[in-house]
């Protein structure tokens, strides 16, 4: 089965086929199924934003769609960058200047947990909709550690395994991060529909 991901992330293409290729589910870009749309995500929540971005790559494509809204929480900013992670300090910046904004922004003397936060939601062209929502605990680091990952990877810290998610191997990341929990919740969910 071929799902369309309606990202121009290749990274999350990449952690989506790591987890979902065990089960004969293959995702390609958007780009590879000839769609170019870029969904503004209005959504208040990131599972309204997933949920828009797949219905409107599935609209367009006409072949079943998959969206991951993910993001970072920080309990000591009241949740933010919350949905507003990839945008976070305005369009200038780079992964590494928004987590440098992050730390810069981190209140002194405060908790610094965190968690990232996935919603999944695929749309299939009948209608249909399949939800799931992954969840990781960890702490913002106070400067950054490791080289692998993307985004906030470097600055997120877990305190049971004393590493950040950039000194994490993919296979370790998968194992336990937010977008890692909610695919294997989304593919149970999708083992049923496609048996039911
Ligand atoms: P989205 O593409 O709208 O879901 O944006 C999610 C943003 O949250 C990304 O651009 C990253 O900044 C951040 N993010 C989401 N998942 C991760 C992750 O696994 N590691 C690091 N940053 C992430």
Do not use: W
Request: charged share 25%.
């Amino acid at each position: 089965m071929k799902l369309v991901l309606a990202s121009k992330n290749a990274k999350k293409l990449k952690e989506m086929n790591e987890i979902l290729s065990g089960m004969g589910v293959e995702v390609c870009l958007q780009a590879d199924a000839g769609v170019d749309v870029d969904v503004e995500e209005t959504g208040s929540t990131f599972e309204e934003n997933s949920l828009l971005k797949a219905r409107a790559v599935m609209e367009a494509s006409g072949l079943a769609a998959i969206a991951d809204d993910s993001g970072l929480c920080v309990d000591a900013l009241n949740g933010a960058p919350g949905v507003f992670s990839a945008r976070y300090g305005g369009e200038g910046l780079d992964d590494a200047g928004r987590y440098r904004l992050l730390l810069s922004n981190m209140p002194r003397g405060q908790a610094r947990t965190a968690k990232f936060v996935s919603a999944i939601a695929c749309c299939f062209p009948n209608g249909d909709v399949l939800t799931a929502r992954g969840e990781c605990p960890g702490t913002i680091a106070f400067a950054p550690m490791g080289e692998g990952g993307f985004g906030y990877d470097p600055v997120f810290f877990l305190p049971k395994l004393k590493k950040t998610f950039a000194q994490l191997s993919p296979e370790e990341k998968n194992a336990i991060s937010h977008r890692g929990l909610a695919l294997q919740a989304f593919q149970a969910e999708l083992e049923k529909y496609l048996n039911r």
